[in-house]
C-alpha cells in the first residue's frame, strides 16, 4: 500500500512541477510577443558569442530530441529540452540580449525568433495545448498563419 501511496505523491509532485515549467514558457513568449520583439526581424544571421552559443545549442537539443525520441526516450528528451529551455533559452540568453532587444537591435531578434519557433515544435509532444496556443499568438509573425503546430515541419539540426 505504501509504495501506491508513493506513486500517487509523486505523480502529484511530478504534475505540480509540469504545470509550472509551463507557466514558464508561457510568461517567455508572452514577454517575447508583448514586447513586439519577434515582429522586428525574420531572416537569421550569425552575430555575437551568446547568439552563436544558442544557435549551436538549438541544433544539439533538435538533434538530441529527435534521437531520443525515435528510441521512445521520451523521459530524456523531455529532461533535455526542459535545461535548453531553462538554462540556456531563458536564464542566458534572452537575459544576455534584453538590453540590445529594447535599443531594436536585428541581429538577436531574427535569432530569437527562430529559436521560440524551432523550441515550441520541440516541445509540441510534451505539452501540445500549451504551445498550439503560443504558436496560435504568433499568428501575425509566421510565413504560414494557417498551419497548425501539429501539422507544421519538425525543426532539423545542423
Known amino acids: 500500500m505504501k509504495k501506491i501511496e508513493r506513486n500517487i505523491e509523486d505523480r502529484t509532485i511530478l504534475d505540480e512541477f509540469a504545470e509550472q515549467f509551463c507557466d514558464i ?7 517575447i510577443v508583448c514586447s ?14 551568446d547568439i552563436d552559443m544558442i544557435v549551436e545549442k538549438l541544433n ?10 525515435e528510441g521512445y526516450k521520451f523521459g530524456l ?3 533535455k529540452l526542459y535545461a535548453f529551455v531553462w538554462h540556456d533559452f531563458a536564464d542566458k540568453y534572452l537575459e544576455s540580449v534584453k538590453k540590445r532587444l529594447e535599443t531594436n537591435d536585428l541581429v ?10 524551432n523550441t515550441l515544435k520541440l516541445l509540441h ?5 500549451v504551445t498550439e496556443s503560443i504558436w496560435q499568438e504568433l499568428k501575425s509573425q509566421r510565413k504560414s498563419p494557417d498551419i497548425m ?6 525543426p532539423s539540426g545542423k
Open 36 to 49: 513586439g520583439f519577434v515582429a522586428i526581424a525574420h531572416g537569421r544571421t550569425r552575430g555575437t558569442e
Open 25 to 31: 514558457v508561457n510568461k517567455h513568449c508572452k514577454y
Open 77 to 79: 528528451a523531455s529532461e
Open 149 to 154: 503546430l501539429v501539422a507544421s515541419s519538425w
Open 60 to 69: 544539439k537539443i533538435i538533434n538530441l530530441t529527435s534521437k531520443y525520441l
Open 108 to 117: 538577436p531578434l531574427s535569432v530569437l525568433r527562430h529559436v521560440l519557433f
Open 125 to 129: 509532444p510534451f505539452i501540445p495545448f
